[in-house]
């Protein structure tokens, strides 16, 4: 299998979990003989830095490209005083628009190894497994006209939150699809008794859902599905919801997780699909090696499988991870007590890339009998 990645590593602690991303996808490629051609670039705050731009023709151009493109983090508190066109994030908002990856996939489960790492008790988040499915590209963070104005002396703000009827259609597709092959239950949440959005939301929802007989829907108001995430995080299947609910819902599912640094993500759905880790920069630990690089790995193993249609491959990543966390190894993030083996970023990419070829040669002894 031959695959061109572009890796965007950005700005924070983007580089130093993307570099351990890209350890294990070559040794993916060395255990099972595949080419993989990595291309970096910059984006975000360093492109700034260098170009004046956030996101550079040639960032872009080599994106449009790539078969996949595998992102670290973006943003930096040095940027904070530019126009919101100038700043770090509108890079990624300029890159997923170009690229066309409508549909935000957030896998979200409770590992075992970390139940005591999660502020709730082990017995609400045992056995949780959610796959959140978000619209990307509409919605209030893409919604015109917003801005700025002054007037009098006093200043107000506007943004608009706006969706199609097609922008709905193909997003919840995805959302259905997905669903077949996991539970068969989607719950679809939205603010029907406030927004006209919504209202639009919840009814085409309901006419796609026709269209799979075999799948449960469901619809919440998003502040109840808010407290359900919390208290009974187990009801949930595949979410599926509009882009500002689902930036936050997604975030708020990191206490099944224990830390956000342990959550990947992939967007779907355009011409190029873009992967990378839900956590953002933190730039207040960046460059001191104790960031938690096992977001970036598990959107490595999406993207063999979301992508290059690799499911041995990925599960094998996938695998390496819970095996590296049943014997104990944690980065800071994920400990729970002094007595776990604290290790720090590139230890833990070490880690896995070992318990991959192990889990690689097991399955390759399994087939040989």
Not at 141 to 164: H, L
Not at 318 to 324: H, K, M
Not at 325 to 336: E, F, M, N, S
Request: glycine share 8%; charged share 20%; hydrophobic share 45%.
């Amino acid at each position: 299998m031959q695959l061109n990645l572009v890796v965007l590593p950005g700005d924070g602690v983007g580089p130093e979990v993307t570099a351990q991303a890209v350890r294990v996808l070559r040794e993916v490629a060395n255990v099972y003989g595949h080419s993989f051609c990595f291309e970096e670039h910059t984006i975000g705050g360093v492109a700034i830095r260098e170009t004046g731009s956030p996101l550079p023709p040639v960032t872009l151009d080599a994106c449009l490209r790539a078969d996949a493109v595998l992102l670290g983090a973006i943003g930096s508190p040095e940027f904070d005083h530019l126009s919101s066109p100038q700043k770090p994030e509108a890079g990624l908002l300029q890159l997923r628009r170009a690229l066309g990856g409508f549909a935000n996939l957030r896998p979200v489960s409770s590992y075992a190894a970390l139940a005591g790492t999660s502020p709730l008790r082990t017995e609400i988040v045992d056995g949780a497994n959610i796959l959140f499915v978000r619209e990307l590209l509409g919605g209030l963070y893409f919604g015109e006209p917003r801005g700025i104005t002054s007037s009098n002396g006093t200043s107000a703000a506007f943004n608009t939150m706006r969706y199609s009827v097609s922008e709905i259609e193909r997003v919840a597709r995805v959302a259905f699809a997905a669903a077949m092959k996991r539970r068969r239950k989607v719950t679809s949440v939205d603010k029907a008794n406030v927004l006209e959005t919504s209202q639009l939301w919840r009814q085409t929802v309901s006419r796609i859902a026709t269209e799979y007989p075999q799948i449960e829907l469901d619809h919440l108001y998003v502040d109840t599905a808010a407290m359900h995430l919390i208290t009974n995080p187990k009801r949930f299947d595949v979410i599926l919801t509009e882009n500002l609910f689902g930036d936050i819902l997604s975030d708020e599912a990191a206490v099944i997780a224990g830390s956000l640094g342990m959550l990947a993500s992939g967007t779907v759905g355009g011409a190029i699909d873009l992967y990378e880790p839900v956590h953002g920069s933190a730039p207040d630990i960046a460059g001191r090696g104790i960031a938690n690089p096992l977001g970036a790995i598990a959107s490595a193993a999406m993207l063999l499988r979301h992508t290059m249609h690799l499911e041995n491959e990925a599960a094998d990543i996938e695998a390496a991870i819970e095996n590296v966390l049943d014997a104990g190894y944690r980065t800071r993030d994920i400990a729970a007590s002094s007595a776990e083996r604290m290790v720090n970023t590139p230890e833990m990419g070490q880690l896995v890339t070992e318990a991959l070829a192990e889990a690689a040669d097991r399955r390759h002894a399994y087939h040989a009998v």
